[in-house]
Structures are given as structure tokens and as C-alpha cells.
């Protein structure tokens, strides 16, 4: 089973909607989670990080389910520009490692 | 602006051909990681460094050397290129501590082997 697993979607939404997707880690070890974005053909860049109460950064929320050992990125309001690759990071609290899930693409459509 | 260059954007090898893969930061991070990127594999780690003249194996050492002679530099090394070895190469570093998650990356080398 791989240590972090995302939907891979894609997820096509038009402008204006809310969009919103999971992601799965199998460590209950992990210790800090985190959302990157990766543009087509660039490389990923940090997007946010999640924290436990849960987080807000303009249109984009994230949440931490450490029962159910998930996180989620919700976008309100999608722009084209939210178009994109998204790639969940978690961190083992024992050995550091950071570890990407394959991404969970988002095509916003006019 | 911080800034993690690599040496080369598209690279065409043939097997069995020796491929140097440079990178280098401009924020004197201690860790500097090597990862390959394939589709629906994500991005997988090959070598990480946390200090000069270190380093350590990731996930998918087999077949690919490291130097850290600088703290600024990072090279990957693939002693004798394979057609598996095709892929989008990505070098990144971050601060050593706190981890904060946040790992500053290059544009990424793009390695055809034929």
C-alpha cells in the first residue's frame, strides 16, 4: 500500500464552482501535512499547510481527519487559474521523511 | 527571490552513456533532495543530503550516485543510463530545521534515455 494515495481525478469543474478531494495516508506516525500545486510542465510550489484545527487561505480550506488519517483541500469560487496538480506531502514525526502523493489534477473550465 | 537552478531543462542520452544532473540554491539550505517524477508514481525520492560531503538514500537509490562537495551544490549522478531511467528529474532543498514542509524546488530536468 503506498504511504500517501490521492484520487487522481481529474476533476473538471466550471468557474465559479467548489471543488474538493481527499487524501489518504497510511503512517498514523505522520506528524505535519501540507498541499503543494503544480502547474503543467513546472515544478510543484507549497500551497499551504493543514493544520489539525483545520485552515483557511482565501478561497482554499484544508483539513486534517487524523481518526480517519486523511486531509482535504477545498476551493470555493474556482478561477481558471486554479487549474492545476495537486500534490499532498505528510512528514513522519520519527525519521522527517517527506512523502508526495501522485497529485489530484483540477481543470477549471470557462 | 529564492532560487534552485538545475543545469539542464531536456537532456537526450543513450544507454549505457554517463549523465551528470547539476543543481544548485542560492538560500544556503543544509538538505538537498534529488526526486524523479513519473505520471501516477508521483514524485519519488532518490537521495537526499543534510549536510556537505552527506548523504542518504531514499526510496529508489538503485542505479543513480550522489556528490555534495558545496553546500550549494547537489549533483546526481547515473553511472550507466538505462531506458527506466527516463523521467523528470526535480532537485530540491529546504531548511534542516525546523522541517517545515516547505521544500523550494528547481524547474526540472527532463531525461529522454534511448
Known amino acids: 500500500r503506498k504511504e500517501v494515495e490521492q484520487d487522481p481525478g481529474p476533476f473538471n469543474v466550471p468557474e465559479g464552482a467548489t471543488v474538493a478531494f481527499n487524501c489518504t495516508y497510511s503512517?498514523?506516525?505522520?506528524?505535519?501535512f501540507f498541499w503543494y500545486r503544480q502547474d503543467c510542465r513546472k515544478e510543484p510550489k507549497l500551497l499551504m499547510s493543514?493544520?489539525?484545527s483545520g485552515n483557511e487561505d482565501g478561497r482554499f480550506t484544508a483539513q486534517l481527519n487524523r481518526a480517519s488519517q486523511y486531509i482535504s483541500l477545498l476551493i470555493r469560487d474556482s478561477k481558471l487559474s486554479d487549474s492545476a496538480t495537486y500534490l499532498c506531502?505528510?512528514?513522519?514525526?520519527?525519521?522527517?521523511?517527506?512523502?508526495f502523493g501522485a497529485g489530484t489534477t483540477v481543470t477549471v473550465r470557462a | 527571490d529564492v532560487k534552485v537552478t538545475q543545469s539542464s531543462r531536456y537532456l537526450v542520452k543513450r544507454t549505457g552513456e554517463k549523465v551528470f544532473l547539476e543543481c544548485v540554491q542560492d538560500?544556503?539550505?543544509?538538505?538537498m533532495f534529488w526526486y524523479r517524477q513519473d505520471p501516477g508514481l508521483g514524485l519519488r525520492l532518490i537521495y537526499f543530503?543534510?549536510?556537505?560531503?552527506?548523504?542518504e538514500k531514499g526510496d529508489i537509490p538503485e542505479g543513480y550516485s550522489v556528490s555534495r562537495e558545496k553546500k550549494e551544490r547537489f549533483s546526481l549522478i547515473l553511472e550507466s543510463a538505462s531506458t527506466n531511467q527516463t523521467s523528470m528529474y526535480l532537485c530540491?532543498?529546504?531548511?534542516?530545521?525546523?522541517?517545515?514542509?516547505?521544500?523550494?524546488f528547481g524547474e526540472g530536468s527532463r531525461l529522454t534515455v534511448l
Open positions: 530540491a532543498s529546504s531548511r534542516r530545521r525546523p522541517l517545515t514542509g516547505e521544500l523550494f
Open positions: 503512517n498514523s506516525a505522520s506528524q505535519s
Open positions: 493543514v493544520y489539525s
Open positions: 506531502v505528510v512528514i513522519r514525526s520519527n525519521d522527517y521523511k517527506l512523502s
Open positions: 538560500m544556503d539550505h543544509e538538505n
Open positions: 543530503s543534510y549536510d556537505v560531503k552527506m548523504k
